[in-house]
């Protein structure tokens, strides 16, 4: 069932050319920012409660 909703994102997807890359650019981008802030968010509540 996954693997049809990926195919069904994919067929969504613009042509191949630099309006896809720009999609999956900005997909790939989201998806760091995110991991970066779910990190720095971990680092601080270490910090402000771990030291107790």
């Known amino acids: ?3 049809l ?3 069904d ?4 997807l613009p ?3 630099p309006a896809r890359a ?3 650019g900005s997909l ?5 920012a995110a ?3 779910t990190t720095l968010i971990a680092i601080f ?3 402000a409660f771990g030291s107790r």
Do not use: H, S, Y
Request: proline fraction near 7%; glycine fraction near 8%.
């Open 1 to 3: 069932m996954r693997l």
């Open 5 to 7: 909703r990926r195919l």
């Open 9 to 12: 994102i994919a067929a969504q």
């Open 15 to 17: 042509p191949p050319g």
């Open 22 to 24: 720009a999609v999956i």
């Open 28 to 32: 790939v981008l989201g998806a760091i």
């Open 35 to 37: 991991t970066a802030l």
């Open 45 to 47: 509540l270490v910090t």
